[in-house]
């Protein structure tokens, strides 16, 4: 079976593709169009049963940002569970909180361009 993007997974990516949040666009409006020194990301994309919310396939990385839903236990678990799968398909995963995209977007920035391979 495919790990990219599953076809039953389909609809549900082009839904969240058309609904992103406010923290979602604005942090896409910086990665689309390989403005992120030439790196080309996708939105909604979806590995094994995870839809990311963003993923460099070059550099495979996965960023994720996280609002209020992922604080509580449950959410963190399933959060440790999801990155410690797409960690073992020899991914990286980048973590931020919702406002860092408003509050701090530079080094946001800053450190997904470090993370890329040299």
Not at 33 to 54: A, P, T, V
Not at 59 to 81: C, M, P, T, W
Request: proline letters at 2%; a positive charge.
């Amino acid at each position: 079976m495919a790990l990219h993007n599953r076809k039953y997974l389909k609809e549900n990516r082009r839904e969240l593709r058309g609904s992103l949040t406010p923290d979602e666009a604005e942090l896409w409006k910086y990665l689309k169009e390989g403005q992120l020194l030439g790196r080309k990301f996708r939105r909604q994309h979806s590995i094994g049963n995870y839809i990311l919310d963003f993923y460099c396939p070059s550099e495979r990385i996965a960023i994720e940002l996280d609002g209020q839903v992922h604080l509580n236990s449950n959410a963190e678990y399933f959060d440790e569970k999801r990155d410690q799968a797409l960690k073992s398909l020899g991914m990286k995963v980048l973590r931020f909180k919702n406002k860092e995209v408003f509050e701090n977007h530079d080094a946001m920035l800053q450190e997904i361009s470090s993370s890329f391979s040299k």
